[in-house]
């Protein structure tokens, strides 16, 4: 692993571009897991729960993203393991799916114009053997591309035609999986291995090993704006190391760090870019979470950039209303940013200037979710 300049000394809070001041909690739907998020159309938010393969369907005030209703159906199946969600370009306002139990992806239509009505499946691509246990799907031209973290391969299946299907072995476990912007090498994180999955145009794979030094556990990984593919660690039982990554075109990592009390030892699971304004780069949100460690922090750190993504500029640590709630996902939504916890709550971040009616009748819909035995991610 090659050394950066990024590492930074401590930094207090700011009120950077992008930086969240307020937090609002809003309990979901009853389900021993809740997982991905993502946002199909304007005002609408879906949520998987693997426990009972339903998509919670949220409806959001469009100016400020505070949550108004939520219904929750179920798709395909109660024992689905319904798990990753993803937008699809191919298929305007549609929903890539997941169902980790059945082996199988779905394309939905979210019903976007009836916030009651349970999601369509349009289509069942079923995953080929010996791939099996598909976790995270993403939309690449026509390939979608799978991480399947129970039999430990990466898969590429045609979405027009799906018996056009390649299927890759990996070590232990594929997580997350993306597409470089500017290689075209295709990224899986081995959060098992602490390793990073590497296909090339060529067909070779590798895997690059991360510094033990940096830390351990990947799980989140994403394209990033600036061209780059970028992923965070989430540790161990003694909690994290404030460690994320971004793998240049070439294959080489380039590591960062948080820094201050709160940021050197965070946990980090998830991570999601904003958008840039005024040619500055994109505030970065990075998800810290309990999900490996009961020593560690839920909450999101929300990272601005020196230009060209060299250094931090700045860092704000947000924590969750609920403590050891287990954060799973970060969302930026251009008016605030939401997180799912595994502990069956919405989360919304919004700066202080947003007036948020937390009286709503939202919350006295649902119980609130309450702690339970530690999940898969």
Same mark, same amino acid.
């Given at each position: ?8 000394? $401590?930094?207090?809070? *700011? =009120? ?7 937090? #609002? ?15 199909? @159309? ?28 939520? &219904? ?6 109660? !024992? ?5 969600? =993803? ?15 059945? =082996? ?9 114009? +009836? ?21 995270? &799907?993403?939309?690449? %031209? ?7 973290? +129970?039999?430990?391969?990466? &898969? ?24 470089? $912007?500017?290689?075209? +090498? ?15 145009? +060529? ?7 991360? /510094?033990?030094?940096?830390?351990? *556990? ?11 593919? !970028?992923?965070?660690?989430? %540790? ?6 404030? #460690? ?21 030892? @965070? ?20 998800? %810290? ?8 922090? /839920? ?6 950039? /020196? ?44 700066? =202080? ?11 006295? /819909? ?12």
């Amino acid at each position: 692993m090659t050394t950066s300049s990024s590492e930074q000394p $401590p930094s207090a809070p *700011t =009120s950077g571009r992008g930086s969240p001041k307020v937090v #609002a909690e809003y309990p979901l739907p009853g389900a021993k897991q809740t997982h991905e998020l993502v946002s199909p @159309a304007p005002g609408l938010l879906l949520i998987s729960q693997q426990t009972n393969g339903c998509i919670v369907k949220v409806s959001l005030d469009p100016a400020t993203s505070r949550p108004l209703s939520a &219904v929750a159906s179920v798709v395909s199946s109660q !024992w689905s393991g319904l798990h990753g969600l =993803s937008l699809s370009t191919a298929y305007p306002g549609m929903v890539w799916a997941t169902v980790q139990f059945e =082996s199988a992806l779905l394309l939905l239509d979210p019903v976007a114009g +009836d916030p009651s009505a349970p999601p369509r499946v349009v289509k069942r691509i079923p995953i080929p053997q010996p791939a099996a246990g598909p976790h995270v &799907v993403i939309e690449h %031209g026509d390939l979608l591309w799978v991480s399947c973290k +129970d039999s430990g391969h990466v &898969v590429s299946i045609n979405h027009v035609d799906p018996s056009v299907h390649a299927v890759y072995p990996t070590s232990p476990r594929p997580i997350f999986v993306a597409v470089h $912007p500017t290689s075209g +090498d295709v990224y899986a994180s081995l959060d098992q291995s602490s390793r990073i999955f590497r296909l090339q145009a +060529d067909g070779k794979s590798t895997e690059l090993a991360i /510094d033990p030094s940096l830390g351990t *556990t990947p799980v989140g990984l994403v394209a990033g704006p600036d061209g780059n593919v !970028w992923f965070v660690l989430l %540790g161990g039982a003694s909690g994290g190391t404030g #460690a994320f990554a971004r793998i240049e075109a070439n294959g080489t990592l380039t590591p960062f760090r948080l820094r201050g009390m709160l940021g050197q030892s @965070a946990a980090l699971i998830h991570l999601a870019f904003g958008q840039a304004q005024a040619q500055q780069p994109a505030p970065l949100y990075l998800l %810290g979470s309990t999900m490996g460690s009961m020593a560690a922090l /839920d909450a999101v750190h929300v990272v601005t950039f /020196d230009p060209g993504y060299a250094s931090v500029a700045s860092l704000q640590t947000v924590a969750t209303a609920t403590p050891m709630c287990m954060t799973h996902r970060v969302l930026p939504t251009g008016s605030g940013v939401l997180v799912t916890s595994m502990a069956c709550a919405l989360t919304l971040l919004i700066p =202080s200037s947003t007036v948020v009616d937390q009286n709503s009748d939202f919350f006295s /819909d649902f119980g609130v979710g309450l702690p339970f035995p530690r999940a898969s991610y």
